[in-house]
C-alpha cells in the first residue's frame, strides 16, 4: 500500500509542516509518495526538506514532479533533480538541465558531511554573496564576513551534531507577501540526531522533567549550550543571532517535535512551537532582508 502525501502549492518552511502532519501517522517503512504536481512556487527550504524527508524512510518514496514547466525547471537549476533522483523514485516529466548560475540561486542544493564541504559551500558563494548583499540588499560591504561566518557556522552545524550528512542552498528572491522586499534566505536541513539527543550526549548533564526538543532548542539557540564542554564551544549560533540581529533577519531552527525562531519586527511568527510532528535531525533558515536606507 502506498500512501499519498500531497505537496502544497507554495512549499516553504511553514508549510512543510502540512506535509508531516500527513506523514506523522504512516509507518515508518511504509511506501509514501509525494504529489507535487501542483506546486508551484518552493523555496530554499522546502526543496532540501523534501530531500531529508527521503533519507529517513525506510522504503524509497516516489516523488511526481510540478506539472508546471516554469517550476520544474527551476526545480532542475537549483540541483534538485540531481539529488532527487537517488533518494526518490521519480515520475512526472523530469527536466535534466543542472544549475545555470542564475542570479537568484546563490549556491545550489550542496551536500555537507565534512569540514572541508563546509569550506567549498562558503569559497563558492563569498564572491556571488558580496554582489547580492551590497547591490541587492543595500548592506554594507564590510558585512560580506559576517554573511560567510554566518553561512559557515549553519553547515558546521550538520558537521558537529548530525552524525550524518545535510544539505544547504542560498537564493535571493523579492518577497512581496511579507515584506515587499528582496531577502536572502540560507537553508540547512539534515536527518541527523537532532538538538536534543546530541545536547544529552554531554558528559554529566542534569536532566530536567522538562527536558525535550523545544528545551533542547532554548538551551542551544537561546543560551549557546553545547555538548562540547571545550571553553566557547557552541558559540556558532550565538554569532549567528548576532549578525542576524544587526541586520534584521530572522532565525528559525526546527527539531524533534518543537521549532523556535529569533523573530523580527517585520514577521509575526511564534518564538517556540511545540508538539510539531516528529521529524529527525535539524531544520534551519536564516532570512536577511534588503536594508531600506534613507533617500
Not at 101 to 121: M, N, R, W, Y
Not at 273 to 292: C, D, H, N, S, V
Amino acid at each position: 500500500m502506498t500512501t499519498v502525501l500531497n505537496v502544497p502549492p507554495s512549499l516553504d518552511d511553514k508549510t512543510f509542516e502540512t506535509v508531516l502532519e500527513q506523514l506523522a501517522p504512516v509507518a515508518q517503512d511504509e511506501k509514501v509518495l509525494l504529489d507535487a504536481r501542483h506546486t508551484r512556487w518552493a523555496s530554499p527550504y522546502g526543496l532540501i526538506a523534501l530531500l531529508t524527508l527521503a533519507q529517513t524512510r525506510a522504503e524509497r518514496p516516489a516523488l511526481y514532479a510540478p506539472e508546471s514547466e516554469d517550476t520544474s525547471s527551476y526545480w532542475a537549476r537549483t540541483g534538485f533533480f540531481t539529488f532527487a533522483e537517488d533518494l526518490f523514485e521519480l515520475a512526472g516529466s523530469v527536466p535534466r538541465t543542472r544549475a545555470t548560475g542564475e542570479s537568484d540561486v546563490l549556491l545550489e542544493i550542496t551536500p555537507v558531511a565534512k569540514s572541508e564541504d563546509v569550506h567549498d559551500v562558503v569559497g563558492r558563494i563569498q564572491q556571488k554573496s558580496q554582489a547580492i548583499l551590497v547591490k541587492e540588499l543595500n548592506i554594507d560591504a564590510k558585512a560580506t564576513m559576517g554573511f560567510a561566518m554566518t553561512l559557515s557556522e549553519a553547515c558546521q552545524n550538520i558537521v558537529e551534531h548530525a552524525g550524518r550528512g545535510g544539505w544547504v542552498a542560498v537564493q535571493t528572491y523579492r518577497w512581496q507577501k511579507r515584506l515587499g522586499r528582496r531577502v536572502v534566505v540560507i537553508a540547512v536541513c539534515d536527518a541527523g540526531v537532532g538538538f536534543r539527543q546530541s545536547l544529552e550526549t554531554a558528559q554529566g548533564r542534569p536532566r530536567s522533567d522538562r527536558w525535550d526538543d523545544g528545551m533542547a532548542l532554548e538551551e542551544a539557540v537561546i543560551r549557546g549550550v553545547s555538548r562540547f564542554r571545550d571553553p566557547g564551544r557552541g558559540q556558532g549560533l550565538a554569532g549567528v543571532r548576532r549578525y542576524i540581529g544587526r541586520w534584521d533577519g530572522k532565525l528559525s531552527v526546527r527539531s524533534g517535535t518543537a521549532r523556535i525562531a529569533i523573530v523580527p519586527s517585520w514577521d509575526d511568527d511564534v518564538p517556540l512551537e511545540e508538539k510539531l510532528p516528529y521529524f529527525p535531525g535539524a531544520q534551519m533558515q536564516i532570512t536577511i532582508p534588503e536594508r531600506i536606507t534613507d533617500r
